[in-house]
């Protein structure tokens, strides 16, 4: 005799086809992202080759954070986080009709303040190089940023179609819109900037150029894709409509959440200009590593997940919320932390293998190992700040976030500055202190996010999430002693400066902590696992 209420049946499998929704979708992202990520490290590879860390990508790596903050800020960030939860909820509770010119407001809007924050930024410029004795260094910076600063009206327009189109559980082409701006990067090491002369300091401004081109290709690819989905592109910029206040005010405290975390980061780059003049390049190719994993699953769960969190929240389905939340969350930590635990024991070798070569040498190969240990720290924080922000956004809630968030920027800021300013800890940590206090806080971060949002909706299936984790984490440390040794194994055997030698020290330590993951996986019956090789296999948008 079945005592089971009626309805568990249907709910729990409602649950379980959020979750694979949820994996399908983040499979179609990621599997693009991972695209997209081989050929920006490609990119990477031959950037490192022309320029190494040397002055001329330092102040390149500082100039293209200034657009980049916005991108992040408005493009990927407060715009995408507010514009996605009240579209949704238009579409599902008004209508088709009235989500498009919810649409094109915001995209009407949009335009006109990034093109007044371009022009505004132009202006900054003439005024501070007109005003202050700049040393050379600096005022690379700033000419490079005369030719990227348009870079951020493209760019920001980008997100929002993404924004659109993830909304409409579109993944595909916004996922492979990055690889548009790889590919006009390499063209431009190739194709522009050998036309600058032979100073890195004058071949420079080729990639900022290229970056521009890039951003401007960007757009134009998502336009036809939102035709065909009916966006009308009709420019309303009715500031007064319901639904522009609404993403207004939501988006209020999120442009301070995002705000203070990206202006730290753009101050990550002026300090590390005090450290040395090679520090920004070693943080800016450190943190491109940790950024593969981030953005392949971290950034697609976060990505898949939003839309059908906001969609469920619309709809009152708590349960099912709860459960796309936790299962994005422990999916992102499955790949992240035995992908940190990966980094840390192979950095140097991984590094040798990608970016020593032409002017990268063994000294900046040196700085950007020590710069990936710390860094490498953080993933899994990094990982899970996307999914427990999307699930306050999907409620509505951004002033939460940007609360804890704009602690954390302060205490990031004064580790930092403590790095910089104390003789001690600049001796012994360099550019690495800056990494370690951006995954000390982003840590923190995270774990108290988490702590409020379980407090905000109650059980949020954390038994699940602790069970998962003391399996997760014994396996992650067998996978890395396997790397370990093995590496110790076939180290003395290998001729250090060869290529086949320096493919071989990667190759077969990540075979062998890949086995023994594997093979822990299945022991442990992690479930999480499971599914992703499932929607990996079916890789088909939901």
Not at 40 to 62: C, E, K, N
Not at 100 to 112: C, D, G, Q
Not at 239 to 246: E, F, G, Q, V
Not at 446 to 462: E, K, P, Q, S, V
Request: glycine share 10%.
């Amino acid at each position: 005799m079945n005592n089971s209420h009626p309805g568990q049946g249907e709910k729990a499998s409602a649950g379980r086809k959020t979750s694979h929704q949820v994996t399908r979708s983040a499979s179609v992202v990621g599997g693009a992202t991972l695209v997209s990520r081989v050929l920006g490290l490609v990119r990477d590879i031959l950037t490192a080759g022309v320029f190494g860390t040397g002055t001329a990508l330092s102040a390149f790596v500082v100039a293209f954070t200034i657009p980049n903050l916005f991108r992040k800020l408005l493009g990927e960030g407060a715009l995408t986080a507010a514009f996605v939860p009240v579209f949704t909820e238009y579409r599902e509770r008004r209508g088709n009709g009235a989500g498009w010119r919810v649409a094109s407001i915001i995209f009407s809007l949009s335009t006109l303040v990034l093109g007044a924050l371009v022009v505004l930024g132009f202006i900054l410029i003439w005024a501070i190089t007109g005003t202050f004795e700049l040393s050379e260094r600096f005022l690379l910076v700033f000419g490079l940023l005369r030719i990227m600063l348009p870079y951020l009206f493209f760019i920001c327009l980008v997100g929002l179609a993404m924004g659109i189109l993830n909304s409409l559980r579109h993944f595909a082409v916004p996922a492979f819109s990055p690889v548009i701006l790889n590919l006009v990067w390499i063209a431009s090491l190739f194709f522009i900037c050998p036309r600058f002369g032979e100073d890195p300091s004058r071949r420079i401004f080729g990639l900022a150029i290229g970056v521009l081109i890039g951003g401007a290709i960007q757009l134009g690819v998502q336009v036809p894709v939102l035709r065909k989905k009916g966006f009308p592109f009709k420019f309303i910029p009715d500031w007064r409509d319901p639904a522009a206040r609404k993403i207004a005010l939501l988006m209020g405290p999120g442009i301070l959440g995002f705000a203070v975390f990206q202006i730290n980061t753009a101050l990550d780059g002026f300090l590390a200009l005090v450290i040395g003049p090679n520090a920004p390049a070693a943080l800016f190719f450190g943190n491109r590593l940790v950024q593969f994993p981030l953005g392949v699953f971290g950034l697609a769960f976060a990505t898949a997940v939003l839309p059908v969190m906001a969609r469920l929240m619309a709809r009152g389905e708590r349960a099912e919320f709860i459960g796309a939340f936790s299962h994005g969350l422990r999916s992102v930590l499955l790949i992240t932390v035995p992908a940190a635990a990966g980094l840390i024991v192979l950095r140097r070798p991984i590094i040798s293998l990608i970016f020593q070569r032409g002017a990268f040498g063994p000294e900046s190969a040196a700085a950007t190992a020590w710069v990936l240990l710390w860094y490498s720290l953080g993933l899994p924080a990094f990982a899970a700040l996307k999914i427990i922000t999307q699930g306050f956004y999907s409620c509505q809630d951004t002033k939460t976030p940007v609360k804890i968030g704009f602690c954390a920027m302060l205490l990031n800021l004064g580790l930092n500055l403590a790095v910089v300013f104390n003789p001690w800890l600049r001796e012994h940590f360099r550019e690495g202190g800056l990494a370690l206090s951006t995954s000390i806080a982003a840590l923190l971060n995270a774990g108290a996010l988490y702590w409020l949002f379980r407090r905000r909706l109650g059980m949020i299936r954390g038994k699940e999430l602790l069970a998962f984790l003391i399996r997760l984490l014994p396996t992650t440390a067998a996978m890395a002693l396997a790397c370990h040794y093995s590496l110790i194994l076939i180290s003395p055997r290998l001729p250090a400066a060869a290529l086949p030698a320096r493919i071989l020290s990667v190759a077969v330590p990540v075979a062998a902590g890949l086995t023994v993951f594997a093979l822990a996986v299945l022991v442990l019956k992690i479930d999480e696992a499971r599914d992703l090789l499932r929607a990996l296999k079916r890789n088909r948008p939901a």
